[in-house]
């Protein structure tokens, strides 16, 4: 089922019409790098503004991070931010970690994430694109304007849905699916046997989602 959340933004469109790191900066744009250590039942969320998340599937214990933040000059509504002060922040609660850029306001956000398989993946995203590879885990995305393409990683899936307020959905290589469209929504899910989780959620744009065979 859709979010009620996901309306406001969409409506206000069409009314309107990154533990330690190092950095390479050169003019407008910064590049920073980091790395954080992870188990088999960590959940990882990324936060981020605006820009572009690709995402990996890591054999490693650690989430590898690229990070190419781009000053917004010539915005409409940005001055360019401070690239000079901007941080790759990654905060633990328990087994939750959090990655997030600080300073973000007016830049865009380029990540490169390589993520091994842990208990859990969740994505937040502004404007911009999601895509990539991700693992066999529980997947949450929430895009507010843009587009997702991922590849999910063979296995049992116990529940796959895809929701968009304002655009398109597929689901492919998954077998028998349900599609719901109405007007300009649009929904696809999928059930099966398996216990892994698969949530996809953008308020205007496309989504994406094949298994790999």
């Known amino acids: 089922m859709m979010k009620h959340k996901i309306w406001p933004l969409t409506l206000g469109f069409i009314a309107l019409v990154t533990v330690s790191s190092a950095a390479f900066s050169a003019g407008n744009e ?7 250590m992870v188990s088999s039942d960590s959940e990882i969320h990324i936060d981020a503004s605006v820009g572009a998340v ?3 599937v890591s054999d490693s ?3 590898e991070i690229e990070l190419r933040v781009e000053s917004d000059d ?3 509504f940005a001055d360019g931010g401070d690239l000079d002060k901007v941080l790759i922040k990654g905060e633990r609660n328990g087994n939750q970690l959090k990655i997030s850029a ?11 994430i390589s993520v091994p398989k842990t208990q859990r993946l969740e994505v937040d995203l502004g404007v911009g694109e999601v895509s990539g590879d991700v693992p066999f885990n529980d997947l ?10 991922l590849n999910l990683a063979n296995g049992d899936y116990g529940r796959v849905e895809a929701s968009v307020g304002v655009g398109d959905t597929s689901l492919r290589n998954f077998g028998n699916t349900q599609e719901n469209r109405m007007i300009v929504t649009s929904e ?3 059930r099966g046997n398996g216990s892994v989780s698969v949530q996809v959620e953008v308020g205007v744009g496309d989504v994406t989602l ?3 065979n």
């Open 30 to 36: 910064r590049t920073l790098n980091s790395s954080y």
């Open 54 to 56: 690709e995402l990996s």
């Open 61 to 63: 214990d650690a989430v």
């Open 74 to 76: 010539d915005g409409w």
């Open 102 to 112: 600080t300073p973000d306001d007016d830049m865009s956000q380029h990540w490169k």
């Open 140 to 149: 949450s995305i929430d895009l507010g304007v843009g587009d997702i393409s």
């Open 188 to 190: 696809s899910s999928y």
């Open 210 to 212: 094949s298994q790999n």
